[in-house]
């Protein structure tokens, strides 16, 4: 049984589809949604600035779902975008994390949603968007 639906975005168009289909699985389940994203800090000076335009995202996100009545809540780390996913999802046991396609060729994933498929803990749906 699916309770709690994960999903990635950094507020790309591909994330957004991800996203949407996340809300959609969540709502067809009567599931919550965690809407997670990772920032990059290696740079100080930007740290403090890619933490908040990921706040601005995760915002909208769940303002969106509120909207449509769908329970959520949100999370945020800095690091490697693959690896936050993959631990913010464990962290808050998710049952099911949603990710996009992104950067998938000639049958290879792209890395986000390759490090999430190959360490998940629990099931992964990728989301065909190109």
Same mark, same amino acid.
């Given at each position: 049984m699916i309770k709690t639906v994960a999903v990635g975005t950094d507020g790309s168009e591909t994330a957004g589809r991800a996203v949407a289909e996340a809300m959609e699985i969540a709502e067809r389940f009567g599931a919550s949604l965690l809407v997670l994203s990772a920032f990059d800090e290696a740079n100080a000076e930007w740290a403090?600035?890619?933490?908040?335009?990921?706040e601005r995202i995760l915002a909208v996100a769940e303002e969106t779902a509120a909207g449509r009545g769908?329970?959520?809540?949100?999370?945020? +780390? *800095?690091?490697?975008?693959?690896? $936050?996913l993959v631990?913010?999802?464990e962290r808050h046991g998710a049952d099911l994390i949603v990710v996009g396609s992104r950067?998938?060729?000639?049958r290879v994933l792209g890395s986000i949603p390759n490090t999430v498929t190959h360490k +998940? *803990?629990?099931?992964?749906?990728? $989301?065909?968007?190109v």
């Amino acid at each position: 049984m699916i309770k709690t639906v994960a999903v990635g975005t950094d507020g790309s168009e591909t994330a957004g589809r991800a996203v949407a289909e996340a809300m959609e699985i969540a709502e067809r389940f009567g599931a919550s949604l965690l809407v997670l994203s990772a920032f990059d800090e290696a740079n100080a000076e930007w740290a403090a600035s890619a933490a908040e335009q990921a706040e601005r995202i995760l915002a909208v996100a769940e303002e969106t779902a509120a909207g449509r009545g769908i329970e959520c809540r949100s999370a945020l +780390a *800095p690091g490697d975008p693959g690896e $936050v996913l993959v631990s913010l999802a464990e962290r808050h046991g998710a049952d099911l994390i949603v990710v996009g396609s992104r950067g998938m060729e000639r049958r290879v994933l792209g890395s986000i949603p390759n490090t999430v498929t190959h360490k +998940a *803990p629990c099931s992964v749906l990728v $989301v065909k968007t190109v």
